[in-house]
Structure formats: C-alpha cells, structure tokens
C-alpha cells in the first residue's frame, strides 16, 4: 500500500450499520492508519466539511432537503464516491414509504393511526426542521456516484478490499467472498 489516502464519511437516512460494519475490519483498521487519513466521520464529530477527499463513504438514502444538501456538498468534495449499502443504494427500509403518498404516510402517522393522540388534529411543521421529501431517493438517483458498495451492511472485509484497491490505484472489483455468508 505505497500512498497514503484521505477519506470521509458521512450519513443520510440510515441506520449506521454501515458505519458499524467498517468499524468490524478491528485489528486492520491499525494496519491502515499509516495509510489512510479519516477527514470526516461520526468518530471525529466534524460538523462543516470542504475539503477535497479522495474517497467519500455515503450511507443512507434522501428523505428531506438537508439530506439532499448534505449529498450534493459531500459529492463535490469527494474523488470517488462510494454509495455504502442497500439505503444509499435501493433507499433502503425507508423506501417502503416509496408506494404510499407523503400526505397519507403523515396523516397515519400524526392523525388516524391506532396508537396516536393528537387532540389538535394537527401534522407538525416546523419550518426549522427539514422537510420532508416526497419520497425515499437512492443517492445516485440525485448525484453521481462512482462505486457501490452493497449489502445491508456490507461486510467489514468489503470495506478493506475497496480502501485497499484504491491505496493500489486499482479499480475496485467487489469479490464474491467479500459478500458470501455461508
């Protein structure tokens, strides 16, 4: 692994199991410090980014416009942008919301569904908080990305073959053993 390489990450609607399972690759992640500085991650807690990177790990899908802002700056400061598993690239559990109208998805939610009490009969907005998209989009519906990452989360030995592809200056080529479990 003969450069070193910088690196960032962040996430939109998901879970952070991808986060989780880039973190299972354990003792290597100490044979990659000498060759991969982190720029931004949720371990660094950076809350403004601008600087270029040459890999950008993006997990999650969009479902409201800060999400979308938060796709659209990360993309232009990363080389190479990787969708990191099945929310980020199919959008994910979330998606399900995808067959059903925004308007009847929050009226179940904060007016007819078994288990709400909501006396004012009102849909909460707060022009504070981000609102809310008319659906669940996958990242490369909205930007471009270069490399995907699948799984639901993709397994920690994945995350090393792409970081170690491109420490190598290779294409990334996802092996079946990165995503065979049995």
Do not use: W
Request: charged fraction near 20%; include cysteine.
């Amino acid at each position: 692994m003969p450069r070193k390489i910088t690196l960032a990450t962040t996430s939109l609607a998901g879970c952070f199991g991808c986060h989780m399972s880039l973190l299972d690759i354990d003792l290597v992640l100490l044979d990659l410090v000498d060759h991969v500085e982190i720029l931004r991650s949720p371990l660094t807690d950076i809350k403004t980014f601008n600087r270029q990177v040459d890999v950008g790990l993006i997990e999650g899908g969009v479902c409201n416009d800060e999400n979308l802002h938060v796709l659209r700056e990360f993309r232009k400061n990363c080389n190479i942008l990787v969708s990191v598993g099945e929310c980020a690239i199919m959008g994910g559990l979330p998606a399900l919301r995808n067959d059903v109208p925004l308007q009847e998805c929050l009226s179940e939610a904060y007016l007819n569904g078994p288990t709400v009490s909501n006396p004012q009969h009102v849909i909460p907005h707060d022009p504070h908080l981000p609102k809310i998209l008319d659906r669940i989009y996958p990242c490369h519906e909205l930007v471009k990305v270069d490399v995907f990452l699948p799984g639901c989360p993709p397994p920690a030995k994945a995350f090393f073959e792409l970081i170690a592809s491109v420490l190598e200056g290779k294409n990334f080529q996802l092996s079946r053993a990165a995503t065979r479990f049995d």
